[in-house]
């Protein structure tokens, strides 16, 4: 009844309604402006409620391994649910799941933590929610605007701007002793996502085909996903980028920052990361070239600007511009990828393909993180961030250098 056609998204039936801010846009935009707000306080506020409970940084850890690790895990099986049961259905299901989950994790920190498991089993819950609606995010965008682009751009946006505000919300709840009330929060968010995602007209369409174990859907996916050479070599390339150079970055960052210009310094340039990321995604809502992969590659050159600026002791000031460049790279980036997934790849393989795209290109974030500590010891701060440096100019090299992405057009928009 709702999500995909058989062989290409397609936005929803011509009418009168602008390209982009269509009845069906407002809500999803809605549903998913609420979506990223809660995901974006839920690590805050565990990790300071623990924190502020008495609990050690060890147990914060884990708190974040049980809320990381099944969405990475479990992200692939997300995509094939999505194509088997479309995707409004797998994300309303979500948002119902992790509407529970919050609610539960509102009374656990309100009367108190007695076990452990109890915190850690609702946070595998939260995650394996947010696997489960995460490649849906990506396939209903065409169905509910016919310029694509430029409603990934006002996504895009809107994530930016949730990343910074979650955070900070979630700090000062937590600070003031409030953290259930950070939970309830995300929970009415959730609803109001659900409800959102309810109300979307998005038309008849055929269920995706009947038929296949979830192994041969993605072996199926899999298939898709290797025979667009400007898609995994994307991913092959950016998962260098991830480890080399994204993954290390924000912590090797601190270790330098903090002890150099304060804490403060180090939250204002990360605001300052989010404002050029806004930036950039205001700038391709109007920015359509002919070439996005190409445009985006080139927008990614601003990337070695910071860990570079770092390394020659540049002044806050001076650290802040070029984060606003590297946000304002990553937006553009973020909107031309997006765009040219969800355009050139048919939509009843489109949930599946994007899970690929997304264990891949997120996957081995984690493993950058993981190894900045070691890397730092072995080799130094500035080698690292050097390196990084290096890395990313490479990444955007890479990218050009690569002819199935430099030449790959953009779809027309839909009439």
Known sequence: MDDLLTHRPTAAPPTAEPAIWSRNFRYYFTARSAGLLSWAMLPVAVSAGLLSGGYGLDTAGYAMAFLVGPFAGLVLFGGVLADRFTARRMMIAADLANLTAHVLLALLFLHGIDHLWQLYALLVVAGTANAMFQPG???TVPLVSRDVQGANG???TSEALTGLGGPALAGVLVGLGDTAWVMVISAVAYGTSAACLFTLRLGTVPAPP??????HNLAVGWREFRARSWLWGVIVIWMVFAVLSWGPQLSVAAGVIVPRYGAT??????????????????????????????AGAVAMLAYPLYPLGIVLGWPVWLLAAAQV???AGIGVWGV????SVQTQVPGEVLNRVHAYEVAGSVGMYPLGSALAGPATHAFGTDRVLLLGAATALLTATALLATRPIRTLPRTPPHP
């Open 137 to 139: 995010a990506s396939s």
């Open 154 to 156: 006002v996504l895009r």
């Open 325 to 327: 460049a590297v946000g």
């Open 265 to 294: 310094a180090f939250g204002l340039l990360n605001c300052a990361l989010g404002a050029g990321t806004v930036a950039g995604g205001l700038l391709a809502i109007r920015y359509k070239p002919a070439r996005p992969l190409a």
């Open 336 to 339: 031309m990828w997006a765009t």
């Open 210 to 215: 009947p038929g296949g174990s979830i192994w």
